[in-house]
Structures are given as C-alpha cells and as structure tokens.
C-alpha cells in the first residue's frame, strides 16, 4: 500500500447531553405566622429532538457474491546470499524479521573473504518480497492489481478464496497510473461487475475486501469522502474514510450494488497505517488501461510537449480571463507537437479537444488518454481572446525531457523603474538564445514585485495583453493602467515562462 505522509491535527469532538431537573423553592404566608414551604416539582427532561432512525446498509449479501472474485497475491525476489562461516548467512535471522532490503547493524557491508580477499559472485536465494489483493476481471484468469504489487516481483502467486493457488504471469503494468493486468490459469472464475465511479457521490456507503497485512478476505467498510482527489499523480482518486492498510493494495473498493468502482491503491497517514484517509484509483480510468495493457503490454501516450501550471485568481484577473482556470503554459518544446501548432509560453490552454480544462492536473490526463497522431483542435487565451489551434499529438516516452537554459544577459543601458523594479533592455544574443522577439531585463526588483516573486534575471515580455519591446514602452503602459488591478506580468525564467500579478502601490 502506498503512503502519502502529511501532518494533520485532528480534533476530537466533546459534548454531552444533559438531563436538567428543576427544583422550584418558594415561601407562603399563613395564619400564625411565617412557614416556609418547599415546592418540589417533578423532574421535567429537557426536550429533544429525535431525528429519524437511517437503516445502515447490510454488506452480507454483497460480501457473499463478491468474495470468491477477490484474490490475495504474494510475490517473491530473488536477492544474493551472502555467505559466512560453514555457508550460513550471519543476518539471515534479522532479513527474516525485517525484510530482504533490511540493513543490518553496522552498516550491513559484505564480510572480508577468506584471508581479506574478495569474494567471488553471490549466490541467490529467493524470499518473500510482499502481499497484496487483487480481483478478477474475467472467468479464464484476468486479475487487476496495483503496479507496486507486482513490480520487480520475481514470482507471483494468487490464491482464491476456495484456498486454490495458481502462479501468474504479468500481462502489463503501468507505473503511471499504478495499475497492472495479470493473468492465471483457469477457468469459470467468479468475475466482479465493473461500476461506474462517475456516479458516486459524497456520502455514500462503499466497502472494500483485500488482505491488510496478508489477513486474507477481510471486509471494512466506510462512505465516500472525497471526489476527484488531486494528489500530484497522473490519476484523481476517490476518497474514502474505509479503513485501508498495507495488503489492501489492489483489492476492490465496492458500491453496494456489489460493482467495483476502485482499486485500493494508496493511504494518507502519519504511521504508515490508516489514519481515516484512503485513496482508490477510479475503475473506469483503470479499464481504459487494461484495454491497452492487453493488446501491447503497455500504455501508450499523447504528448503535446509542453509545460504547464496553475492559474490563480490574481493572474485570471490582471490577463481578463473570465475564470481562474485552464492549464498556464510555462514553456513549449521546440518542434513538439504544441510548437508546430503555434502554442506560445504565456497561453493557457482552456479546451483541449472536446474537454474542458478546469485544473491545470486535467491537461495532462486528456493528452495522455489521446491516441497518438490524432490531430486534436484545442482552445487557448491569448491577449483577452479566445485563439483556436489544432495539434497533431505525439507519444510519450520514458525518457523524455526537456533542456534547460539560463539566460545570462547583461547591458549597460539606463535603468527604467517601474513598480518598484529597475529594467534594461535585453540584448541580441539573448533575445535569439531564448527565441523571444522582446522584453526588459530585471536588475533588481523590491516592493510589491519582489513581494509577487519577481527577481533579479527574469525578463518582462508581456503585461497584461500587451508585447514589451522597450523598458521606455514599458513603463509607458504600466502607467497607463488601472492603479486599482492587479497588473499581469508575463515573465521568462530560464525555460520556463509564466504570469505574475502585481498589485501596484496605493
């Protein structure tokens, strides 16, 4: 099971009803005298609202159809022996408790040979590399897992619910989206009905089976509690507060229709065990993988080559873009497929296709999930409008990347000031080093640029809607500008390109 670690404090909620009882004491004046009478009234509880019973939901019979198609996988490594006295490994006993990537005390550095002289090539042994479930997805054997499952696993056993094992083979797996296709040797396997995750909301009641900590079948339960969860990897997630641990990787996380809607892939926690936090890959993304891991044993991807990031409130603001969303170009390849489409740094793609883009997280995913070669028209803002564009996607490969340059201008012109900074002119070379048509070079920023992250290096080639050719342009339309918005700075760093709000000085 995959940990993400983050520091949370949770906060336990204290309270407690009451019971009040009244207790009236009163006085009466009588003949004779003065007496004094107690008045005890009856208790009286105070009124309570009773809300209407909820049924909660009965997992049994959804337990009951599901359980004979989720699996329990262990895989084994093989690792080198090395040998001691009478060929006995001295740390065998502390591998055994701790692991095969265990560091023993001291260090863990292989013994002298004989006499101080180097041994010759290890042996290998082959041990227990981790536990984990999975389900089956088709009656001949197809079972779906987790990457981290089965990667560098040197044997893989699957054991059904029956208590039936089968040794199985990898069909593909995808590091990216943690998802990985295996397959065993049998037939009329009992196969788990795919959901659509689409249709969950927050709330309602899903259930998981898997093996936390190799304790083969068992059952938890919780509600969705989050949607679309961004945590930086290739895929959202759905939230759950079901308790998830270690060997619950690659098992189902189930609607109570009994349809998959997840695979179990990840925990938040501070401990390493579950905190109230789990992560499940949508199922509906991970059939999409399938389908390719199926035919080539790989995922192939579209790749546009370019490099994006988030576009926030102030930025939207000062560029005139109706919504802070859209993904906010940085840079652009040379010769990528978004460079021949005339993608610039400084654009943000909002369309991409017939998709929308909301975050700047979505971008990725809609490139990825297109089929490479396919011309895609996509939508980016530029300058106040709307430019449409087509892009002839290409396919991404493990090793690409992109080069890195530093600008390394100087100039001896006069420094103009403008909101707090002082700019020059930017020389030839680098205009045709970083392929630019113009801009000011910033000497030294304070005040409200500093405070936006301008610095010393970055070079100004656009505010708001507007090129920048000259520091004396510049600061010329600066000063032409409602003092009462923020100013959009467009601004090249090395290769990376990108917006800056600036809110001018009262």
């Known amino acids: 099971m995959r940990e993400i670690v983050q520091s949370y404090v949770v906060r336990p909620a204290l309270g407690a009803r009451r019971a009040v009882l009244a207790v009236a004491v009163g006085t009466a004046v009588v003949a004779g005298g003065l007496h004094t009478m107690q008045v005890h009234a009856q ?86 590399r981790g536990v984990g479930s999975g389900f089956i997805i088709s009656a001949d054997g197809s079972i779906l897992t987790n990457h981290h499952v089965v990667a560098d696993a040197t044997d893989i056993f699957v054991t059904l619910s029956d208590g039936r094992e089968f040794k199985a083979k990898v069909v593909g797996s995808d590091e990216r989206t943690d998802v990985a296709l295996v397959k065993i040797d049998a037939k ?102 399938v389908e390719q891991l199926k035919v080539s044993g790989k995922v192939n991807r579209g790749r546009i080559g370019v490099q994006i990031g988030e576009v926030s409130k102030e930025v939207a603001e000062a560029i005139g873009l109706p919504k802070a969303e859209g993904a906010l170009v940085s840079g652009v390849e040379a010769d990528a497929p978004a460079d021949k489409a005339g993608v610039q740094a400084g654009d943000v793609i909002t369309k991409f296709g017939d998709k929308s883009i909301g975050k700047w997280t979505d971008l990725p995913r809609v490139v990825g999930q297109t089929k490479p070669g396919t011309s895609v028209p996509m939508e980016v803002w530029r300058k106040g409008k709307i430019v449409k564009l087509t892009a002839k996607v290409g396919e991404m490969k493990t090793d690409d990347k992109v080069a890195s340059a530093k600008p390394d201008a100087k100039t001896e012109k006069v420094a103009t000031k403008v909101l707090g900074m002082e700019v020059v002119s930017v020389d030839a070379d680098t205009l045709k080093e970083l392929k630019i048509k113009g801009g000011v070079l910033v000497e030294s920023a304070e005040g409200a640029a500093s405070t936006a992250g301008i610095a010393e290096g970055d070079i100004i080639v656009v505010v708001n809607d507007t090129d920048v050719t000259s520091p004396e342009q510049f600061a010329k339309v600066v000063a032409g500008l409602d003092k009462a918005r923020p100013v959009g700075l467009m601004i090249r760093r090395g290769e990376q390109t990108q917006w800056v709000a600036v809110k001018p000085a009262k």
């Open 43 to 128: 208790a009286q509880p105070q009124a309570q609202t009773q809300s209407p019973a909820v049924a909660l939901p009965d997992f049994t019979s959804i337990v009951e159809k599901a359980e004979p198609a989720v699996v329990n996988i262990r895989t084994t490594a093989k690792v080198p022996t090395r040998a001691g006295r009478g060929g006995q490994d001295p740390y065998e006993m502390f591998r055994h408790f701790f692991g095969p990537d265990a560091v023993p005390p001291g260090g863990g550095k292989p013994a002298p040979g004989p006499r101080g002289g180097k041994r010759g090539d290890p042996d290998e042994r082959t041990v227990p």
């Open 188 to 289: 009329d396997l009992t196969v788990l009905p795919i959901g659509d995750p689409k249709l969950l909301r927050k709330g309602q009641w899903v259930m998981a089976i898997g093996s936390p900590f190799g304790l083969e079948s068992t059952v938890t339960s919780g509600i969705v509690s989050a949607l679309g969860r961004d945590t930086g990897d290739y895929l959202p997630f759905i939230q759950t507060d079901v308790a998830v641990n270690p060997g619950n990787s690659g098992g189902p996380l189930l609607n109570l229709k009994g349809e998959v809607v997840g695979i179990n892939s990840q925990i938040v926690s501070r401990s390493g065990g579950f905190m109230g936090i789990s992560l499940a890959i949508p199922i509906n993304e991970a059939m999409s993988v």
